[in-house]
């Protein structure tokens, strides 16, 4: 939110998972059903947007950034759900829309973080659509860029000391490098078994021809909607920030590579790019401290 705008980035975003179902041809990556009612007066002119420019680098490309990420980070929620992962955690929720539609979300609290402007103006949308909110969804306000995480969000109700996952997607590339830290520090002291999915932008070496053709009109229009990409990561430099943080990355994954190849033979526009990748980190079990030739206090 700024100067009391809603968040463009949001709405952007949440069209591009609304319009996919309406624009793209089966197999469809994800399936977001509330993104559209949630948009309410905003959704028929973005959509609208996406039918008539639908092929157009920049419109697929978001469709097939947001869809992809989604999906991943939802099919590993699911798996962790069934071995028993009770709590979630969406860093810069926007206008995410999981604790709404989907079955896991009965089985799992949700924790929104996002900063107080921007839940206000999420509940005022979804009163607005008459979807009611969720039981199990806690709105958590933080400002990642300024505040306490693990404070706000044991506030809210969130237990520290149980593993959970958290998913921070399309965010890291508009904090400053301080407080990308500060959020995986407070990530790192959770319990041990809590995953992260956090998507990153790759610095201009690392793009392809797609990719730096897509950034050469994203960031520009990012920026002149006051929301610029301000930081970039190569893999091995987010991996080394992540062990400093007390996390420890398990895989790297290529958007070509984070749904299934099946979803990726189309024939339609989507494609994937090299701009942004994700990284799925986790909070290690570590050895309790070695106590020999400690006093036992008999």
């Known amino acids: ?101 989907s079955d896991p979300a009965g089985r799992v609290t949700v924790f929104e973080v996002d900063h107080p402007a921007t839940q206000r103006w999420k509940r005022e949308l979804l009163a607005a659509a008459g979807i009611p909110l969720p039981e199990a969804l806690t709105f958590a306000p933080a400002d990642l860029e300024s505040g306490d995480l693990g404070s706000c969000l044991v506030a809210s109700g969130f237990d520290p000391s149980r593993p959970s996952l958290v998913s921070w997607l399309g965010v890291s590339m508009y904090l400053t490098p301080e407080a990308i830290a500060a959020t995986l520090a407070a990530v790192g002291g959770f319990a041990p078994g809590t995953e992260l999915v956090m998507e990153y932008a790759l610095p201009p070496a690392l793009r392809d021809e797609r990719s730096a053709a897509f950034a050469e009109f994203a960031l520009p229009a990012a920026a002149e909607r006051g929301e610029p990409w301000l930081t970039f990561f190569t893999p091995d430099d987010l991996s080394a920030l992540l062990e400093r943080q007390g996390l420890e990355a398990v895989e790297h994954v290529r958007q070509a590579d984070s749904v299934e190849p099946a979803l990726w033979r189309r024939s339609d526009s989507l494609r994937p790019t090299e701009l942004c990748r994700l990284v799925r980190a986790t909070v290690p079990h570590r050895p309790a401290a070695a106590t020999a030739g400690q006093p036992d206090g008999s």
């Open 1 to 101: 939110m700024r100067e009391g705008q809603p968040s463009q980035t949001a709405i952007i975003t949440a069209a591009a998972r609304a319009a996919h179902l309406v624009v793209d041809r089966e197999p469809f990556i994800f399936h977001d059903t509330v993104a559209a009612a949630l948009l309410g007066e905003h959704a028929e002119q973005i959509i609208g947007f996406h039918r008539t420019y639908g092929d157009h680098l920049i419109m697929s490309g978001v469709r097939a950034q947001v869809t992809a990420r989604s999906r991943y980070t939802e099919r590993r929620l699911a798996e962790l759900v069934r071995d028993g992962l009770e709590q979630y955690v969406v860093l810069g929720a926007g206008l995410d829309t999981f604790a709404c539609r």
